[in-house]
């Protein structure tokens, strides 16, 4: 059974880049694409974006210009960047599975349990 | 990239049926039949209850259930039980190969 574990710093200050680790444990990462997804405390989920093992990415377009996904296929591991953070990108960010067929998005399952990052002065 | 439409908060009682509505345009729901559903307890992570609009995982009770009408995915929970009360998401593939959600739904079980 595949489990994710997210990690990295958790208070930030403004214009500070913030930068998250995702495991992968009890399974491949091929065949799969890796995606990050956060929620604003009290608030709704938002997709940031995806990696496949191969590298490649996609992105939300509003959050483009500032995220970077990587991947370590040899570590398992994969990674959120995020550059220039503001008190808006305070959030609870999960990584998760992502089932992409022809590049089109069937489900997203399993999660990691979340790390909340906090930006503030 | 504008979020899916649900409504803030739906209600029943132990037993009865509820239905979310989740609301997109012809970008997301309206053009892919790949809507999913993610039920989310307070402090937990989210968990996928429906995929491809209207199948379920296997350890998913088939209480839940998802249909899809031109724009519009439906979540209905059937026999409403206390665990059941939580944040419901609604989730669809859209243009430009990204995914978008809905703004989530609380469900409360009177």
């Known amino acids: 059974q595949v489990q994710l574990q997210e990690w990295g710093a958790g208070l930030l200050k403004p214009s500070e880049t913030l930068s998250l680790t995702c495991a992968v444990y009890?399974?491949?990462?091929?065949?799969?694409?890796w995606s990050w997804i956060r929620q604003p405390p009290g608030k709704g989920l938002e997709w940031i974006g995806e990696i496949n093992d191969s590298g490649t990415t996609n992105y939300n377009p509003s959050l483009k210009s500032r995220v970077t996904i990587s991947v370590d296929p040899s570590r398992k591991q994969f990674s959120l960047n995020m550059t220039s953070v503001t008190a808006a990108d305070t959030a609870t960010y999960f990584c998760?599975?992502?089932?992409?067929?022809?590049?089109?998005?069937?489900?997203?399952?399993?999660w990691g349990q979340g790390t909340l990052v906090s930006v503030s002065s | 990239q504008s979020a899916l439409t649900q409504p803030a908060s739906v209600s029943g009682s132990p037993g009865q049926s509820i239905t979310i509505s989740c609301s997109g345009t012809t970008s997301d729901v309206g053009s892919y039949n790949f809507v999913s559903w993610y039920q989310q307890h307070p402090g937990k992570a989210p968990k996928l209850m429906i995929f491809?609009?209207?199948k379920r995982p296997s350890a998913v009770s088939d209480r839940f259930s998802g249909s899809k009408s031109g724009k519009t995915a439906s979540l209905t929970i059937s026999g409403l039980q206390a665990e059941d009360e939580a944040d419901y998401y609604c989730c669809s593939y859209a243009d430009r190969v990204t995914v978008v959600f809905g703004g989530g739904t609380k469900v409360t079980v009177l």
């Open positions: 009890g399974g491949s990462l091929s065949g799969y694409h």
């Open positions: 998760a599975r992502e089932k992409r067929q022809w590049l089109i998005t069937h489900w997203i399952d399993p």
């Open positions: 491809e609009g209207n």
